[in-house]
C-alpha cells in the first residue's frame, strides 16, 4: 500500500514536468518503481520513524517512563511527514536527523520529549541503510532467479542445436547454443550463491550509542548491562533482524558496504558477458534479442537492426562495476571511530548500485525471455567450418576399410588447403566435401559422408551436460524459489 502510494505521488510528479533541472537516468528510464521506492524520501523517513518506535517501544518494555499515549502518538504519524518543514529546519541546523526528529515531534508533541531517547544519528542513519540495502537485495535475488528460470528454458529447448564454438573469437570446436547458455546461466548461480550467503548473514547496526560502547543506554539503565543489551535484541525484533554486527565505532564498518557493492558488481559482471556474447552473436545473424514492431534501429539507416538492449546491459553493468572501487575507497578512509566524509557518497552509490543492477536485470530478463535463435544461419556458419573439422573423422573411417592413413593424410590436406584457398582468395563457399566426394580415394565414406558429417557427432557431451548441469544446480535452486517465479509479472521497458 505504501508502494501504491509512492507511485502515485511518482505519476503526479512526472505530469508536472521539470525540464530545467537534471534527472537521474537510473529514476527516469531504467530502474523499475519498486527499487525506486526503497530508496526514496518516504522510505527513508518512515523507516527513521519506525526505528525511533521500535526503540521507545523497547524502552517502555524496559521499564522507563515511557506511556502508552506516546507510543500510539508515534504510531499514528509514521508515514506524516511534513518535507517541506525538514528541509526549513536543515537549512537551519545543518543536520538532517534533527530536523527529521524535530518535524516528527510537531507531530507528535506528547512523545516528542523521547523520541531519539539515548540514541545518536547513525541509530536511524545506518540501521534504515541497512534496511534499505536488505530490502533491495530481495528484490534483486527475485529478479535474478526469474532471470535464471529463462536461462534454463532457453539452454534446455536448444540443448542439441549444434554451433560453432568460438576461442579468441576464431572457430573452434562445436559446442550447442544450450551449452553456451549454461555458461551464462553457471555464471548467475554464482552469484545467486554469493547473493544468499550474504543475506543470510546480514546485520543491522544495532543499538550501539554514540561511539558503538552503548555509554548512554548503559546511562538510561542506571548501569544494568543486562538492559541494553535486552534493549538492542527487543530492537532488533521489532525491525524483523536476527543479528547486529558484533561492535561498531559510530558506524557499522564501511566494508560491509562493500560485501554488498561485490554482489551486485558480479552480477553485473555475468550479464554484461552475456550482453556481449549476443552482440557478437546478433552480428552474425545466429541470435537476436526482441525488436519491437515500430522499434527503430538507426536514424540514417532505416535497415538496421541493433542489439541495443544488450548494449544498454552492458552500459549499466559497467557503472555498477565502477562503483566497488568507490566503496573500497571509503571502506578505507574511514578514521577511528568515524568520519563524515562517507555520508554524501554513499548516498550516490547505494541507491545508484541498486538501482543500475535493478534495471541491468529487468533488461536481461527482456532479452532472455525474447530471444530469437536464427537455426538456419546457425548451420550454414558451421558447414563453413566442419568439413575442415571432420576430415579426422572421415580420415580414420577410410582408415578402418582399409585404407592407407598416410595417403589418404597427404591427399585430404591437399583438398583442405585447396578449398581454404577458394574460400579466402575467392570468397566462395567451402567445398572440401564435394572434393571428398569426388576422389575415389575416399569411395568407403561416400555413401554415408552426410552422416559423418552430421554436427552433432561433433558436439561431444553438451546436450547431456545441459541437461545434467541444470538438473543437479539449477532445478534445486528454481524449486526453492517456485514461488517468485510463478508470480514475477513481465513488465515492459520503459524505454
Known sequence: QRQ????????????????????????????SMEMSF?????????????????????????????????????????????YEFAEKKEKELRHDVMS???????????????????????????????????????????????LMD????????HREVATLGFTHFQPAQLVTVGKRACLWLQDFMLDYQRLVREMDDFPLRGVKGTTGTQASFLELFEGDHDKVVKLNELVL??????????????????????????VLSGIAQSAHKMAT??????????????FGKSQVGSSAMAYKRNPMRSERICSLSRFVMSLLDNAAMTHSTQWLERTLDDSANRRLILPEAFLGIDAVLTIAIDVVTGLHVWPQVIQAHVMKELPFMATENILMECVKKGGDRQTL????????????????AEGADNDLLDRIREDANFAPVHDHLDELVNPLNFVGRAPQQVLEFIEEEITPILKANAEIIDGHVQTGLNV
Not at 518516504?42 to 518494555?61: G, P, V
Not at 529463462?150 to 529447448?157: N, P, V
Not at 525484533?237 to 561485490?262: C, E, H, P
Not at 597427404?410 to 577458394?422: C, D, F, K, L, P
Open 150 to 157: 529463462r536461462l534454463a528454458e532457453f539452454a534446455t529447448e
Open 38 to 82: 526503497l530508496w526514496s524520501a518516504d522510505k527513508k523517513f518512515s523507516t527513521w520513524r519506525r526505528i525511533w518506535l521500535a526503540l521507545a517501544e523497547s524502552q517502555q518494555e524496559l521499564g522507563l517512563e515511557i506511556t502508552d499515549e506516546q507510543l500510539d502518538e508515534m504510531r499514528a504519524n509514521l508515514e506524516n511527514i511534513d
Open 100 to 146: 527529521h526528529i524535530h518535524a516528527f515531534g510537531v507531530v507528535c508533541p506528547k512523545a516528542r520529549p523521547v523520541i531519539h531517547l539515548g540514541a545518536t544519528s547513525c541509530f536511524v542513519v545506518d540501521n534504515t541503510e541497512q534496511i534499505q540495502t536488505f530490502d533491495s537485495l530481495k528484490m534483486v535475488h527475485s529478479k535474478l532467479v526469474v
Open 277 to 290: 556474447d549476443i552482440r557478437l552473436l546478433a552480428n552474425m545473424k545466429e541470435i537476436e534479442e526482441p
Open 237 to 262: 525484533g521489532k525491525l524483523g533482524f536476527k543479528r547486529a554486527i558484533g561492535v561498531s565505532g559510530q558506524t557499522y564498518t564501511r566494508k560491509l558496504d562493500f560485501f554488498v557493492l561485490s
Open 409 to 424: 593424410h597427404e591427399v585430404i590436406r591437399e583438398h583442405s588447403m585447396a578449398a581454404g584457398q577458394r574460400v579466402k
Open 4 to 31: 501504491r502510494k509512492a507511485f502515485g505521488r511518482r505519476s503526479e510528479a512526472m505530469a508536472h514536468r521539470m525540464d530545467n533541472v537534471y534527472e537521474n537516468p537510473l529514476t527516469k528510464r531504467y530502474a
